[in-house]
């Protein structure tokens, strides 16, 4: 049994492309990373997690590796990648590597191979299925089942040499590796002790909750999905998340991989996973990975139809958290976060990211999730505030999944071009991903070339030079969250009530361990409010730990986007 140290702990996550530019190419690289580090130290996080590096031809920015053990020379070597290492343990800090094995690329090695015929031994690494049964191959419509790939188009692809068909969740460029094949799995395993063996401190598991399938009937018979009205694919899902031999797959791998090693991280995204699979996916007894990226939260803002946009309620939002944190309270652990290299910017988004309230607004939400329980993840430029890209066309995307659904629903669905960019403008995963704001000289001093992506134009005012030398940035104020972190004790490990569920324009909640008790309010208006607390006499006479503006509130009264955090012990 390990020492639970990643329940103390705070992740970095550094989205290498956009991080920082060391060789002047215009995309950044691990030579970048290596000399930003003391960011990361002075912010006083514990955990590193890099997103992928390896060799791959950035079909989705590293996200279809075509080589699991080595780096790409975009961004450096497999010796800068150790001397990273190095550096990051240097520090005190671990380092956790992105680990996605449900796919590679179409041009790893082992796809090659299984795409060269029918009867190759590495044929079965991957999901081969002939047309549906009384159609042409290769035609429209003859894919062995209706479901969409996330990136537009069918989730099938023909191949002309064998004729069949091969499944791609993603893009065509990302096949699914076939893990019903121990011959995969023991391949998966090894890698991941090769890295461990290298020194790194676990991984980030990419849509893990997606590697068991149910795929089976050769006889055609296959499952199709559910359609949207409208919608060219259907929804395959229920066929692949959380499919029947999840559990038993990272159940193997801990077993193959992770036992008799200490003091690591493991974290498996599972879009779509639910509270009673998540409590079995984290709990310790079944050794299996350590916390989830559950997506709830981050689905608070879409309608039925996932293509569309609803304003968010803030009831709805605290809904989702209070049954995460209520369902993981006795056994299993919550992995807490706005941001990552796939959604928008969480000021943008549940803030407000105008010069009035873009700072406030920011500290706000980082003291909300960052005071629940669990283990919080930074996503780049998030401790900065920084905001969505005003995007004008689908020409200042860069992203696959933006391109191949934005083709699909305007060349196959009929939708409107201008619909469907103002969804993308909202949650494209660009706005993630425009260049990390170190300073206020030339494309924000991430690169001296030409960025890959546009640097967000607020970079003179929004950069982490001008925020660390400003005490009051939201730099500063993530700091001091993360320093509370490590310092009571109740932040990690007091049990959680949500207080004022019905209320649309304050969030508010206790942590209570032993005799100590912390009140979170965050206010999600512009406006100023007032907490009506049964014992808010008490509450407004306790120690204020914790506020985002000058003033303290007055009498539990909130100004504009104002956060609080009281404690009291007794
Ligand atoms: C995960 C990654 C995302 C990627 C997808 C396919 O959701 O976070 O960036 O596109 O998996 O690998």
């Avoid at 590796?177 to 290298?198: H, I, K």
């Avoid at 004008?392 to 196959?412: K, N």
């Avoid at 619909?419 to 909202?426: C, F, K």
């Avoid at 949650?427 to 704001?437: K, L």
Wanted: glycine share 8%; charged share 25%; aromatic share 12%.
């Amino acid at each position: 049994m390990t020492d639970q140290w990643w329940k103390r702990a705070v992740v970095y996550q550094i989205y290498p492309r956009s991080f920082a530019d060391a060789d002047g190419d215009g995309v950044g690289d691990l030579r970048g990373v290596i000399d930003r580090l003391d960011h990361l130290a002075e912010l006083g996080v514990d955990v590193l997690w890099l997103s992928p590096t390896y060799p791959s031809p950035q079909a989705d920015n590293g996200y279809d590796i075509s080589d699991y053990q080595g780096v790409d020379p975009l961004f450096g070597t497999l010796e800068t990648f150790d001397e990273l290492l190095a550096a990051v343990h240097a520090r005190g800090l671990k380092l956790i590597m992105d680990l996605v094995v449900n796919h590679t690329s179409d041009e790893h090695p082992w796809f090659v191979a299984s795409r060269a015929g029918a009867d190759n031994p590495r044929r079965d690494w991957y999901w081969w299925r002939p047309a549906r049964a009384g159609t042409a191959p290769g035609t429209p419509g003859a894919e062995p089942t209706d479901w969409g790939a996330a990136f537009g188009g069918p989730a099938w692809e023909f191949d002309e040499k064998t004729g069949e068909y091969y499944l791609h969740l993603f893009s065509a460029k990302q096949p699914d590796l076939n893990w019903e094949n121990p011959e995969v799995r023991e391949a998966v395993y090894a890698v991941m002790r090769w890295w461990l063996d290298r020194g790194v401190d676990g991984f980030r598991m990419d849509v893990i909750n997606m590697i068991s399938k149910t795929v089976n009937p050769e006889d055609g018979a296959l499952p199709d999905g559910r359609r949207q009205a409208g919608a060219a694919y259907a929804d395959g899902s229920a066929s692949y998340l959380c499919g029947p031999r999840n559990h038993e797959f990272l159940h193997e791998m801990h077993e193959q991989v992770f036992a008799g090693r200490d003091a690591l991280l493991t974290v498996g995204e599972m879009p779509g996973v639910t509270v009673d699979e998540a409590r079995l996916f984290t709990d310790p007894a079944r050794a299996e990975v350590d916390m989830v990226f559950q997506f709830d939260h981050v689905w608070a803002d879409r309608g039925p139809d996932p293509r569309t946009l609803v304003p968010l309620r803030l009831t709805r939002l605290k809904a989702i958290f209070n049954r995460w944190q209520t369902g993981l309270a006795e056994v299993g652990w919550n992995s807490l976060y706005w941001n990552n290299h796939d959604q928008p910017r969480a000021v943008s988004r549940y803030g407000d990211d105008g010069p009035r309230h873009r700072v406030a607004s920011a500290k706000m939400l980082g003291t909300v999730l960052h005071l629940h329980r669990g283990t919080p993840y930074v996503y780049q430029g998030e401790e900065l505030g920084m905001t969505n890209f005003p995007f004008r066309t689908i020409d200042d995307f860069r992203d696959i999944e933006a391109l191949g659904p934005y083709a699909q629903a305007v060349e196959q669905e009929g939708r409107s071009p201008e619909d469907v960019l103002t969804v993308l403008r909202a949650r494209g995963r660009d706005n993630a991903r425009t260049p990390m704001q170190w300073d206020a000289s030339p494309h924000a001093g991430f690169t001296a070339g030409t960025p890959w992506l546009a640097v967000n134009p607020n970079y003179p005012q929004v950069n982490a030079a001008a925020e660390r030398a400003d005490p009051d940035s939201v730099f500063h104020y993530y700091r001091r969250l993360i320093e509370l972190r490590h310092t009571e004790p109740a932040v990690v490990d007091g049990d959680f009530t949500l207080l004022l569920p019905d209320d649309e324009r304050l969030y508010a909640f206790t942590r209570r361990l032993g005799a100590t008790e912390l009140l979170v309010i965050g206010n999600f208006t512009g406006g100023f409010v007032r907490a009506e607390l049964p014992d808010a006499a008490a509450w407004s006479s306790a120690e204020l730990l914790l506020t985002n503006l000058a003033t303290a509130p007055d009498d539990l009264t909130l100004g504009p986007w104002q956060a609080a955090v009281y404690r009291r012990r007794g």
